[in-house]
Nanobody, 127 residues
Framework: QVQLVESGGGLVQAGGSLRLSCTISRRTFITYAMGWFRQAPGKEREFVAAVSGSGRDTYYVDSVKGRFTISRDNAKNTVYLDMNSLKVEDTAVYYC????????????????????WGQGTQVTVST
């Protein structure tokens, strides 16, 4: 059984920062790319960022480029999302997810291409 546990959400003022963490309960963590998604009330789940198994390659949705950084520590089976210059529109429940295997090395952005999900952590950005 693969389990993902997120932490680090909370309430922050616009312009502030938060770090989200996601720990996965499998020793094969290094094999899989990982992603972060978010879902705001009344909206569909949205891709935010992804990182390759090695941590060398990353990809971001345009709205967070230059503000968010995804990284991973394979020794700790943990992936991070550092969020800076937060905006009110970043308010959402944030989910980490494990990517399905991808033989060509590209990073997936579709939710259906991720097979295990965490329970989500709330991020609220106030004015």
């Amino acid at each position: 059984q693969v389990q993902l546990v997120e932490s680090g959400g909370g309430l922050v003022q616009a312009g502030g920062s938060l770090r989200l963490s996601c720990t996965i309960s499998r020793r094969t963590f290094i094999t899989y790319a990982m992603g972060w998604f978010r879902q705001a009330p009344g909206k569909e789940r949205e891709f935010v960022a992804a990182v390759s198994g090695s941590g060398r390659d990353t990809y971001y949705v345009d709205s967070v480029k230059g503000r968010f950084t995804i990284s991973r520590d394979n020794a700790k089976n943990t992936v991070y999302l550092d969020m800076n210059s937060l905006k009110v529109e970043d308010t959402a429940v944030y989910y980490c997810a494990r990517s399905r295997p991808n033989t060509d090395g590209s990073l997936y952005t579709g939710a259906q291409q991720y097979d295990y999900w965490g329970q989500g952590t709330q991020v609220t950005v106030s004015t």
